[in-house]
T-cell receptor
Framework: AQSVTQLGSHVSVSEGALVLLRCNYSSSVPPYLFWYVQYPNQGLQLLLKYTSAATLVKGINGFEAEFKKSETSFHLTKPSAHMSDAAEYFCAVKSLNNAGNMLTFGGGTRLMVKP | NAGVTQTPKFQVLKTGQSMTLQCAQDMNHEYMSWYRQDPGMGLRLIHYSVGAGITDQGEVPNGYNVSRSTTEDFPLRLLSAAPSQTSVYFC????????????FGPGTRLTVT
């Protein structure tokens, strides 16, 4: 079974600082990879996804993520944090042969942005 | 399009009661899923459907039933609520598999006392 590990359940940065949220997955075959964001009391919204077209993926709101096969990682970054980025972020994977279209999620990282 | 809608937004049940969480989508998506969200555990798949009349179990199906009589609707039934089912429940839908994005509803917060 696949698993996803997000290192750090809480990350705090200052406004304007670099955001780095870590995600590692376990899969012998590179899967589809996703980052979702959840704002308070809302559902999940897709930030970006990796589909093997390019290893560096750009998403919405200035976020990007780099797929590194050798490290089985898909870390999320943003050069300069904004107060509005405060939310919970989830990394998720989906295997290539997945009849049920199932996503396996990491435990989530809550990002706090200090003024 | 309303996207994925869920009702109710909040619900409190007593142990042993039953209820149905409603989920509907107006995007003509084949695939629909139910997840539960618990602190520190991300979202875990309860049940999913690949089309009307076809459902299957996910990672944590015990205590829940689903059916899919139409493309639009995918209700989740709690047969006999237990405190362990206190959680936030999300319904999701997608047009297909693979890299296709899943669209999530706003969630239902359920408390079982």
């Amino acid at each position: 079974a696949q698993s996803v590990t997000q290192l750090g359940s809480h990350v705090s940065v200052s406004e304007g600082a670099l955001v780095l949220l870590r995600c590692n997955y376990s899969s012998s075959v590179p899967p589809y990879l996703f980052w979702y964001v959840q704002y308070p009391n809302q559902g999940l919204q897709l930030l970006l996804k990796y589909t093997s077209a390019a290893t560096l993926v750009k998403g919405i709101n200035g976020f990007e993520a780099e797929f590194k096969k050798s490290e089985t990682s898909f870390h999320l970054t943003k050069p300069s944090a904004h107060m509005s980025d405060a939310a919970e972020y989830f990394c998720a994977v989906k295997s290539l042969n997945n009849a049920g279209n199932m996503l396996t999620f990491g435990g989530g990282t809550r990002l706090m942005v200090k003024p | 399009n309303a996207g994925v809608t869920q009702t109710p937004k909040f619900q409190v049940l007593k142990t042993g009661q039953s209820m149905t969480l409603q989920c509907a989508q107006d995007m003509n998506h084949e695939y629909m899923s139910w997840y539960r969200q618990d602190p520190g555990m991300g979202l875990r798949l309860i049940h999913y459907s690949v089309g009307a009349g076809i459902t299957d179990q996910g990672e944590v199906p015990n205590g829940y039933n689903v059916s899919r009589s139409t493309t639009e609707d995918f209700p989740l039934r709690l047969l006999s609520a237990a405190p362990s089912q206190t959680s936030v429940y999300f319904c999701a839908s997608s047009l297909g598999t693979g890299e296709r994005e899943q669209y999530f509803g706003p969630g239902t917060r359920l408390t079982v006392t």
